[in-house]
């Protein structure tokens, strides 16, 4: 196949989630046979942090307003096989126009925020990358979320066609590292900050912090705000690039990962994060959330927390304990959450949508 995607940033890791997710996949689909052509619109804020310039197994096109790149994604349409919009996608709703009109590229939304979406739809709030009809004209309509966010898609927005596609990681880029002193850590936190996550990561790590002055923490990301609950026991280092992830969770006993708020309401929205620590061999301490024994099993193959003794109990466990977990996660991951295996789903859930959509026809 041929693929043309709209997406937000495939560039620049910094500050969101899909970046390392498209990475993946391009890769994957790459070495499947298929040709992905990726549009990305050139903001500041990404350009500043670009962090890739060449996508392997994907063709970037960077472009300053829309305007200036109707024409080149008009003839990359016209031969592709499927083409996709996704949610926060700056010109998401001019691109799926362009789709619509095409008439003979399959048009693909996939969005990787469902609970925001569908949050936002509740609230009244606008949507800027989606059409003004909705998800009605779409094809196929893939969730990074799914339990009951995918009826949510059809009943509330429209999508005809929908299924899940999960969070992976590349086991090329996410491997097992040598730890470093400066990410040492009794227990470690990789992500952006995010207000709706807060309450959470004060309970599963800050307060946990507090309680152990004696032990290390660290916190790596970006956006973090000066009035943050910092303890003197709280290192933190400032966003680190996928290559310096290995070596981060490879430096602590235990990580952490923390759900954002409508994420974990809803359920079966496992972060990025999660499978990248588990792809890196790490011993992993997750908030809990709907479905997510469907991915690892609690126990066997992650720990969970809900509240800040169930962190101290965790950070008192022997490394003998921590190391079995942490292989039996990896192992997980490998057999059924790699880039490669969502890169065949995809495939799948195209195919099979068009021929659904001939059969109707």
Known sequence: MKIVVFGLTVSSSWGNGHATLWRGLCRALGALGHR?????????????????LAVPGAELVLYPEWGAVRDRATAEIADADAGMTTSYCPDGAAAAELLFESGRTFPVFYDLDTPVTLARLAEGGSLPYLP?????????????TGGPALAALRDRLGARQVAPLYGHAD????????????????????????????RRLEELFVAPAARRPRQR?????????????????????????????????????????????????????????????????AAILSDQWPGLEQFFMPGREILTAATTGDVLAALDRDDAELSRIAAAGRERLLAEHTSHHRAAELVTLIAAAMSHQRAEA
């Open 36 to 52: 992905v052509v990726f549009f990305e619109k050139d903001v500041p804020y990404y350009a500043q942090t670009r962090d890739l």
């Open 132 to 144: 003004a009809r909705g998800l009605r004209d779409f094809g196929l309509v893939l969730s990074y």
């Open 171 to 198: 086991p090329e880029v996410y491997r097992p590292g040598l730890p470093v002193d400066r990410y040492r850590a009794d227990l470690s936190y990789l992500g952006t900050y995010a207000a709706d996550r807060q």
């Open 217 to 281: 923490f660290l916190i790596g990301g970006a956006q973090y705000p000066t009035d943050f609950p910092w303890t003197p026991n709280i290192c933190f280092v400032r966003h680190l690039p996928p290559d310096e992830h290995a070596p981060f969770y490879a430096s602590s006993r235990l990580t952490l990962n923390v759900t954002r708020r409508d994420m974990a309401a809803m359920g079966w929205c496992p972060s990025g994060r999660l499978f990248e620590a588990a792809a890196c061999g």
